[in-house]
């Protein structure tokens, strides 16, 4: 690939045609991605304000810079417990369709490139599975990561509540 000037770090590099690039991150010993594109900004943890009548995985709301944030509990979404939050977990700021969220998680690990032909499906039968928040598992030097459906995972939280 041939480099042009830029500001871009070299890990980094853009995509070629067809490519997609992930961020990675950690929740307990698993690795999920997400679309570069989707991702606004990964932010320390903050306590969040609760509010009433949140589904069981949402941590409360966030001011960021004025736009009042929901806070998703990553661990807590896929049927664990509620993260024991510390300074040193991240909150991944998304936008999914016309609403920005913030996802809680461990750490973030690294930015991927993927070739849709890397892209696997999640294998039928794979109980517990949740299918609309899973749309492709991708094999990577540093293990499998999960890529997530954000819209499939956060659609309606009423009726994705844990």
Not at 7 to 15: I, L, R
Not at 39 to 60: C, D, F, H, S
Not at 99 to 112: C, E
Request: negative net charge; aromatic residues 4%; without cysteine.
């Amino acid at each position: 690939m041939t480099r042009t000037d830029s500001a871009a770090a070299p890990e980094a590099d853009a995509p070629r045609s067809g490519q997609k690039q992930y961020v990675t991150f950690m929740v307990g010993d698993r690795t999920y991605g997400v679309d570069i594109v989707s991702v606004r900004e990964i932010k320390q943890w903050t306590p969040a304000t609760m509010l009433p009548n949140q589904p069981a995985y949402t941590r409360g709301v966030l001011n960021l810079r004025g736009t009042i944030v929901p806070v998703h509990d990553l661990r807590a979404r896929f049927g664990g417990p509620l993260t024991e939050a510390t300074d040193t977990h991240v909150v991944v700021i998304v936008w999914i369709g016309q609403q920005t969220i913030g996802i809680l998680v461990d750490a973030v690990s690294d930015i991927i490139t993927v070739s849709p032909d890397d892209v696997r499906p999640v294998p039928a039968g794979v109980g517990g599975a949740d299918e609309k928040a899973i749309s492709g598992l991708v094999n990577t030097e540093a293990g499998l990561v999960s890529l997530l459906d954000l819209e499939g995972l956060f659609a309606a939280n009423s009726e994705n509540a844990a």
